[in-house]
């Protein structure tokens, strides 16, 4: 248990389908990430919420747009996806963004299939 | 290309065995982190690595970072099943302004 919590673990969805992911953090981190990981190919980077405030954004498809309501919670939410979105959602909280220790806390993921 | 290269991509080996992987870059790094993934889970953090030339162990792992802050190593000693799955090895370099990760090595122990 890493203290960082997602939901769905797996979620099957339709290209015309809206979802979203949800993540938590229990451990008072204030910075929040979405990653994605498919597979063969390394993780990559999607959202940095610091502060509740987004901080970068890694030229991520308009399909997918995030949403922090507070330090805690971290959503993404997901519409019109194309099967090759059918990845490894994955959320992390650390302490901060600028720290010289980049220690990420994950979740333990979200499998989507996009059909 | 990839900030931070791992070696191998894919290891297999018997267990009771010895391996070393390998996380290098041309850049400095402040530090280093490692991580383990098992398969549809996230990554857990294992270690962090911050001055050069510092040796960190965690029961049979030992983990290396280079004097120049621009590599580590990881060392498993009589590698057990358990010890099956993705390392990932991520960290910040000094010039950059976000932390990244390498591909990582998958590890196969067989029984």
């Known amino acids: 248990e890493t203290g960082v919590t997602q939901t769905p673990r797996h979620l099957v969805m339709g290209m015309t389908n809206k979802k979203s992911l949800k993540c938590e953090q229990h451990?008072?981190?204030?910075?929040m990430y979405w990653y994605k990981q498919s597979a063969k190919k390394p993780l990559e980077l999607m959202f940095v919420?610091?502060?509740?405030?987004?901080?970068e954004n890694n030229s991520v498809p308009s399909r997918f747009s995030p949403e922090c309501p507070n330090s805690s919670h971290l959503f993404l939410h997901l519409h019109t996806l194309q099967p090759e979105d059918s990845a490894l959602y994955l959320c992390?909280?650390?302490?901060?963004?600028?720290?010289?220790?980049?220690?990420?806390?994950f979740g333990q993921g979200t499998r989507l299939t996009v059909v | 290309t990839q900030l931070l290269e791992q070696s191998p991509q894919f290891l297999s080996i018997q267990e009771g065995e010895n391996l070393t992987v390998y996380c290098n870059s041309s850049?400095?790094?402040?530090?280093l982190q490692w991580y383990r993934q098992e398969p549809g889970e996230g990554p857990v953090l294992l270690v962090t690595?911050?001055?050069?030339?510092e040796v960190k162990k965690l029961k049979r792992l030992t983990f290396q970072f280079g004097d120049a802050r621009k590599d580590s190593s990881l060392h498993i000693t009589a590698a057990q099943p358990g010890d099956t799955g993705l390392y990932l090895c991520?960290?910040?370099?000094?010039?950059?302004?976000?932390?990244?990760f390498g591909d990582g090595t998958t590890l196969t122990v067989k029984p």
């Open positions: 690595v911050v001055t050069g030339g």
């Open positions: 451990l008072g981190h204030n910075a």
């Open positions: 992390a909280s650390s302490q901060g963004t600028a720290n010289m220790n980049t220690e990420a806390f």
């Open positions: 919420y610091s502060l509740e405030e987004r901080v």
């Open positions: 850049s400095v790094f402040s530090s």
């Open positions: 991520a960290g910040r370099a000094t010039n950059a302004g976000k932390s990244t």
